[in-house]
């Protein structure tokens, strides 16, 4: 398996690697966006919506500093759900493709 | 001959601490000092342990730059903890919550985000595609000469930034904790940062960075157990305690000046846990959110750590642990900071350090006893210690990135042609490390009692707008290509800087100059004023330049009663000795013990207001003479011409628009020719460098 004799555009309009592409754009994009609008609805609500982040609803604990706790367990989740996602579909995909360039079906 | 050089760093290093242990001042006592050097001891002998056991292992470029890439995900993890969290995030975060309360504890939350970024888009693809450094990266599908020197440059300059501000700040640091001079500091920090850096190179770096994040979690453990235990571990009944503190409230009611006249002790304390004590401007935050967001998956410190390790799994299985211990740690923080405010106070936190950067070494003090107890001093010795090594880790990792720019992406991507042979590109490695080195130390010497707090958010604003948008629009747009890079990382870069340059963080003398006066010579009454709305910038633009035209944002005031006019300095010194001399002249007459105690108590605080009034004159009498004649900043401001004090708003942006422009205009076949390899390999991780068996 040397680099020269790898095809590499065959194995990029190979339809299983194009699924995994598409199936990680989707799942990596989405992630992506959620985590950055929640993370920047933090200083919005702290400047703009200061009545509601001032209410308290847990003894003195008020929305604005159970919303910032939230942002670190989102930020946990968010690591969470991609390591397993990663983990049990894309390295399977990507192993499978490159089980096929090693027996040189995908060339 | 190693061998030789090593004991060198040894005995230079015994020098020093030799000449350290004769400093006086500080905020650790005379008597105790001894403690704090041997826990110093102690740290500096298992990294130097760690050094000579990690040389011996050194001898190719994948062991020097890359650790053998032979560092497990775990190990990785806690090294990249080691490596962000600096002695700005692990002092300065703690010192901003115990100051301003909410504000300090929103400010950390984006430190943690930013590694999401760096999850989901950077970490995987830069292991399966990169070998070293940065360069290597954006060089396998543009031309590599070309994209290897911007590459560099942009490198260089980042960790210059980010490291002067962590010579400087360590410096003054360790003055204040210890008094060890400034700078027998910076070259005590430069030289330890040496050894670790020129003999052990990054295996030795990635295991400094994991003793000292270990070290630094242990502590945030102990004393946040030792914080909250009284209170059952309840956040509610322990939030209960902060904010019906004395000391919390006396400073919330010091933030807010005259608003506070009408408020209650209950709502005074309740504002502490509440946002806009600290960050006043909302599109300032969100520009800084940008910067760190983007910008740290752009450091070319932490894109290395990817290097080490040997799968993209590993990466993977990285940045999860660093996440963990990095968010981990930031809400420990918030039990640290609250903490220092209610037990330690803000007022003497202030007092020490005006940026709150010893909250948590007070803190330490206070939980072990308080100023003279044994146990009070070792808890301040130890955390003084973890910030030592804190500066040296951080340090070193930063040392480590710009000298693989200097000797790999330079000496032998551009100027030998790829063609040195092993042995020279390890040579030039350790040099270029030196060469470093040495900068680091010079620059730090020079830059002392330079403002450089925006070093660090020049550094993420730069790495945000020069450095990501290469790396990701070559790792995940096929069209992008040499001149897109190019042009976006000179253009990103140098946007953010010169903004940086026109901006609130420089020093406008005439600002300073005022401000001294007013102390000096008092301030004149202010009327009664009626409440007054916000009242918006006259457009978007306004809010971000002051152009001519342009009315600024005003948040909204509420109404204020008349303020008398304020005296200067000599008439507050006077005023205060003469309400010294009958306090004194009254003592011998006292016999109630009572009595006795109420008056000695007063005549301790004048005194006290009459040392820091002295210290104000004295300071404003510096600023005046430190600024005469001058009426404009270094660039010829004489106030900001940009309002932001964070430039990623707008330089981060026009980065990604000049790398698209760059690309869409011209054509570069190696750019497209080399996609299809690029996105099978950053997926697949198909003949990746591999890890080096030992």
């Known amino acids: ?107 | 001959m190693n061998k030789n050089y090593f004991s060198f760093f040894l005995a230079s290093i015994a020098t020093l601490g030799c000449s350290a242990a004769y400093a006086a001042g500080g905020a650790v006592a005379d008597e105790f000092k001894w403690m704090t050097f041997a826990v110093f001891g102690v740290i500096i002998a298992i990294t130097m342990a760690v050094t000579f056991w990690a040389a011996r292992t050194t001898h190719t470029t994948s062991e020097f730059y890359a650790a053998g890439r032979s560092v497990s995900g775990i190990q990785n993890g806690w090294a990249i903890a080691g490596d962000y969290l600096s002695a700005a995030s692990f002092l300065g975060i703690a010192g901003l919550i115990s100051l301003y309360g909410y504000d300090g504890f929103m400010y950390s939350v984006g430190w943690l985000v930013a590694y999401i970024t760096v999850l989901l888009v950077i970490a995987e693809p830069c292991r399966n595609i990169g070998k070293y450094t940065m360069g290597d990266i954006l060089a396998f599908r543009n031309d590599p000469k070309k994209t290897k020197v911007v590459a560099a440059l942009s490198t260089i300059t980042v960790s210059t930034f980010y490291l002067t501000a962590q010579m400087v700040g360590g410096g003054v640091l360790i003055k204040t904790l210890i008094g060890i001079d400034y700078e027998i500091s910076v070259i005590g920090v430069g030289i330890l940062m040496l050894a670790y850096v020129v003999f052990g190179g990054m295996k030795a770096t990635t295991w400094v960075q994991i003793i000292k994040a270990v070290l630094l979690v242990t502590a945030s453990i102990i004393l946040v157990f030792l914080v909250w235990s009284p209170y059952g571990f309840s956040l509610p009944a322990y939030l209960q305690a902060v904010v019906g503190d004395e000391k919390v409230v006396a400073q919330v009611a010091k933030l807010l000046g005259d608003s506070a006249a009408g408020m209650s002790k209950e709502e005074l304390g309740q504002r502490f846990l509440e946002p806009g004590l600290f960050l006043k401007n909302p599109i300032d935050q969100i520009s800084l959110g940008m910067a760190l967001v983007l910008g740290t998956a752009g450091m070319p410190h932490i894109l290395m750590r990817f290097f080490t390790v040997p799968t993209a799994q590993a990466a993977r299985t990285s940045v999860i642990w660093a996440m963990g211990i990095i968010g981990g740690f930031y809400v420990l923080t918030l039990f640290l900071g609250t903490g220092a405010a209610m037990l330690v106070g803000s007022a003497k936190i202030a007092s020490v350090d005006a940026g709150g950067n010893m909250a948590g070494p007070l803190l330490a003090q206070f939980l072990g006893g308080g100023e003279n107890s044994m146990l009070g001093n070792f808890f301040l010795a130890f955390v003084a210690a973890v910030a030592f090594a804190t500066i040296v880790a951080v340090v070193a990792g930063l040392v480590l990135a710009a000298a693989s720019a200097m000797a790999h992406d330079i000496y032998v991507g551009v100027i030998r042609g790829d063609h040195a042979t092993p042995k020279e590109q390890v040579m030039a490695a350790r040099v270029a490390s030196g060469i470093v080195g040495v900068i680091a130390i010079t620059v730090g010497i020079l830059a002392k009692g330079q403002n450089v707090a925006h070093l660090v958010a020049l550094a993420f604003a730069v790495a945000a707008s020069s450095n990501l948008p290469a790396v990701f629009l070559t790792l995940y747009w096929k069209k992008c290509n040499t001149t897109g890079i190019i042009a976006g990382m000179i253009v990103g870069s140098l946007t953010a800087i010169v903004l940086v340059l026109v901006s609130p963080n420089m020093t406008y003398p005439k600002a300073v100059v005022s401000a001294a006066k007013k102390v000096l010579d008092g301030e004149p009454a202010v009327p009664a004023k009626e409440a007054q709305p916000a009242k918006p910038a006259s457009s978007f633009t306004c809010e971000l330049f002051a152009l001519d035209g342009c009315v600024a944002s005003a948040p909204a005031k509420p109404a204020s009663v008349e303020k008398p006019a304020k005296p200067g300095v000599v008439e507050k010194l006077a005023g205060l000795n003469a309400k010294l001399q009958p306090l004194e002249a009254s003592l011998p007459a006292l016999t109630d013990p009572a009595a006795l105690k109420a008056a000695q108590d007063d005549i301790a605080k004048v005194k006290k207001d009459i040392v820091a009034t002295e210290k104000a004159k004295a300071k404003a009498e510096d600023d005046i003479k430190k600024f005469e004649g001058q009426t404009a900043s270094i660039m010829g401001l004489e106030k900001p011409w940009f309002l932001l004090k964070n430039p990623g708003l707008i330089s981060i942006p026009l980065g990604f628009l000049m790398v698209i422009l760059g690309s869409l205009f011209t054509r570069d076949k190696r750019a497209e020719d080399m996609w299809d390899e690029l996105y099978v390999r950053q997926n697949t991780g198909i003949n990746a460098e591999a890890a080096t068996a030992h």
């Open chain 1, 1 to 107: 398996m040397s680099k020269s004799n790898i095809n590499w555009m065959a194995i990029d309009a190979h339809p299983k690697f194009q699924a995994l592409h598409r199936k990680k754009t989707f799942f990596l994009w989405g992630l992506m966006v959620f985590s950055i609008i929640y993370y920047f609805m933090l200083p919005i609500g702290a400047a703009y919506y200061q009545d509601l982040f001032k209410t308290k609803v847990w003894g003195v604990v008020n929305v604005g500093i159970l919303f910032a706790l939230s942002e670190f367990v989102v930020a946990w989740t968010i690591a969470f759900v991609y390591s397993k996602k990663a983990n049990a579909e894309f390295d399977v995909s990507a192993q499978e493709i490159i089980n096929e360039v090693k027996s040189g079906r995908m060339q």
